[in-house]
């Protein structure tokens, strides 16, 4: 089965069967921040953007992809909010292990995008399905919160919300 999809910002024809796990289809594009796992969307290292949402690649089949905007961290590596994002891990300590990070980045990017001033109980709610196998969920917080400072920094906005 051949679908259009628009992949790390082109438009492409994949092909593959219908069912086969889209974490599957990508890796054989050679794109590796998808980890192989089994863990049947449990697990946080197949994470990708799917229409700007990040949804474990490994149960999303094939078949339903079809004219859906895929990013995988790859190609989120080259944009702002992941320059936000690493820059905020980095200052709050944040050590991910290489494994995860698709998943650890990609929910704090819909936290950032979902939120202006996220308190640290709507991060935590947000964050529910997240492991945190290589950093503390404290760290992990106060990374995505310094992740938006930086970004609100950028834009211009002070700590009263004024220009």
């Not at 292990?97 to 640290?120: E, K, L, Q, W």
Request: proline share 4%; glycine share 8%.
């Amino acid at each position: 089965m051949k679908l259009s999809v628009t992949l790390n910002g082109k438009k492409q024809q994949l092909e593959a069967e219908p069912q086969t796990p889209l974490s599957q289809v990508l890796r054989t594009l050679g794109l590796f921040s998808i980890k192989k796992t089994g863990q049947n969307g449990t697990g946080c290292s197949c994470t990708i953007l799917l229409n700007g949402k990040p949804v474990p690649s490994d149960i999303i089949p094939f078949a339903i992809v079809k004219n859906s905007k895929i990013m995988t961290l790859e190609y989120f590596e080259q944009t702002e909010n992941f320059q936000y994002i690493s820059k905020g891990f980095e200052q709050a300590g944040v050590k991910l292990c290489g494994y995860c990070n698709s998943g650890m980045i990609f929910m704090a990017h819909d936290i950032m995008t979902s939120f202006s001033r996220p308190t640290v109980e709507e991060i935590e709610e947000a964050a529910q399905g997240i492991s945190y196998c290589c950093t503390s969920k404290k760290l992990y917080i106060a990374g995505i919160r310094c992740a938006i400072s930086y970004k609100l920094k950028k834009a211009g906005i002070n700590k009263n919300g004024r220009k």
